[in-house]
């Protein structure tokens, strides 16, 4: 019998590895510090899941080091009793990105990598390629609604895989071909500094084995010979032409390739930001090759990320939507977007800000991309990992914003929106504001 053991599989790359492992015919279990959605899927398919750091709750047949594997997320604490357990015992102990870069070996891997755009732009590569190529598999960073799950086996050996930059996890990657949609410095209590950042995106860019693909504006000094993408630039070798605004928000455009135009595309996704996302994904799928026709079903056929700019209300009356932006880059690229999609409506963003360290490094940038809304809402911080820290709080976002702005506890939000008067409504973070979603979308 071979058993794997997952210390945090209920994150959304861990999951997609056990769901792996099941389906490979292993017996696989593991640890999360909460009950969610995703972890009781997990247990719904017969993983097994306890959620108390406790070596008593770990079955037996995972205590025998020679017949079970450990992987583990940087994201749980060193101090973790189950981990240490362990260590201390003589199994092998493997990082989430390792068991990702030994599985990828085998395979012609498709990387997305960048601080914005990397999930939304990987399972637009992961689709792409089972409808417009016909074959495929992924592992990614969301749950796709097309497939209805973050990971993805299909024949063939192309792989689209989420290239993630936390804790250098994608260093254990060597892809075949790469996008890197965005380089902004982010996870600095990780790198320490802006320059130790793109220095290690440069790293993996030259990691690539045949084709990187660049957003262009990306600033990377890596050798490697870099072809290029962007929304509408016809400098650039991938770009959209002929953008034209639809109802709802979606988008009809060309796009145009080093080697021919697909014509006439109309994205089944809404957002300005999807539009440039497809377009590195038709980059990326370019490398092995599509046929013309079922790719342009592909990019309309399209459902999208759960939590990527997600609509829960879209209608002429009023809009509701949410995303996973939580960086100052990635909230400024969702209001445009919106701003573009719905001119001259009334913008109210509620933000859960994620991360002590992401709150102090960036709250300068938080306060000014905030800022450019009608309203901003800010809830308390969502601390994930990581303990408070002296003086760092949502207020120290709020003090800096010169719109209409509240600041309420995530208990108390809901009785604030039933006295305001909305049109355009997103709730915006990386934690788990996403539980209020049905909730907020009944109100509105």
């Not at 997990?42 to 450990?70: C, F, M, Q, R, S």
């Not at 050996?157 to 804790?167: G, N, T, W």
């Amino acid at each position: 019998m071979k058993n794997i053991y997952f210390i945090g599989i209920g994150g959304i790359g861990m999951s997609a590895l056990a769901r792996y492992f099941r389906h490979e015919g292993w017996s696989v279990a593991g640890y999360d510090r909460t009950p969610t959605p995703l972890t009781h899927h997990l247990e719904e398919e017969g993983i097994t899941i306890h959620y108390l750091d406790n070596v008593a709750l770990i079955p037996e047949i995972y205590k025998n080091p020679a017949t079970t594997k450990v992987v583990y997320t940087p994201a749980v604490a060193k101090e973790h009793s189950e981990l240490n357990y362990f260590i201390e015992n003589g199994f092998e102990v493997l990082k989430r990105s390792r068991v990702l870069g030994l599985l990828s070996r085998d395979k012609w891997t498709m990387a997305v990598a960048g601080t914005h755009g990397k999930t939304s732009t990987s399972t637009m590569v992961a689709w792409f390629n089972h409808i417009g190529a016909g074959e495929g598999s992924a592992f990614l960073g969301g749950v796709s609604k097309n497939f209805g799950t973050n990971m993805v086996l299909g024949r063939g050996d192309r792989l689209a895989v989420e290239a993630d930059e936390f804790d250098r996890s994608f260093l254990q990657l060597t892809p075949q071909a790469a996008v890197i949609t965005a380089a902004d410095p982010d996870h600095l209590d990780i790198y320490g500094t802006a320059e130790e950042f793109l220095a290690t995106f440069n790293q993996f860019a030259d990691q690539v084995t045949d084709t990187l693909i660049v957003k262009k504006g990306v600033s990377l000094t890596t050798k490697h010979k870099c072809l290029t993408y962007s929304l509408d630039d016809p400098h650039t070798d991938f770009y959209a032409r002929n953008i034209r605004l639809e109802d709802g928000g979606h988008y009809s455009f060309d796009i145009v390739t080093p080697c021919d135009t697909i014509e006439c595309c109309r994205l089944g996704v809404p957002g300005l930001t999807n539009v440039e996302n497809c377009v590195a994904a038709v980059a990326l799928v370019a490398q092995r090759g599509y046929d013309k026709e079922r790719l342009k079903e592909a990019i309309g056929t399209f459902r999208g990320v759960a939590r990527r700019f997600d609509f829960h209300i879209n209608t002429p009356q009023k809009v509701y939507m949410d995303d996973y932006a939580h960086h100052p880059e990635e909230l400024r690229a969702m209001i445009s977007s919106v701003r573009k999609m719905f001119p001259g409506r009334h913008l109210t963003v509620i933000f859960q800000p994620h991360l002590y360290t992401r709150t102090r490094d960036f709250q300068d940038g938080f306060g000014e991309v905030l800022s450019l809304v009608d309203r901003t809402i800010i809830i308390p911080i969502y601390p994930a990992r990581e303990l408070p820290i002296e003086g760092v709080t949502s207020e120290v976002i709020f003090d800096k914003l010169r719109c209409e702005r509240h600041i309420v506890a995530k208990e108390d939000l809901l009785e604030l929106l039933k006295r305001l008067d909305t049109d355009i409504v997103v709730t915006a973070g990386a934690g788990d504001i996403d539980a209020l979603c049905a909730d907020v979308a009944k109100i509105l």
